[in-house]
């Protein structure tokens, strides 16, 4: 499983260089794409272990990717 924290601007780039990089052939090999974004509350979330973990076992850890991405209002 990928974890990384972008800026906002920056996960739909980074959503679409992922896709295609990691996905030999569209027709053959598919991936689930979770990004997870939200402001400052979201900060302390711990995907590893709060969402991760049910994403694998239902979709294979082979095929899931999660993204995180939080702003502060502050």
Do not use: W, Y
């Not at 739909?12 to 990004?35: R, T």
């Amino acid at each position: 499983m990928i974890r990384i924290a972008f800026e906002s601007s920056q996960i739909l780039a980074l959503a679409i260089f992922l896709n295609f990089a990691l996905n030999k052939s569209f027709a053959e090999e598919s991936k689930h794409l979770f990004i997870l974004s939200g402001q400052s509350n979201m900060a302390g979330l711990d995907i590893e272990t709060s969402f991760v973990p049910g994403i694998e076992s239902h979709f294979g850890a082979e095929k899931a990717i999660a993204l995180i991405t939080t702003h502060s209002t502050k």
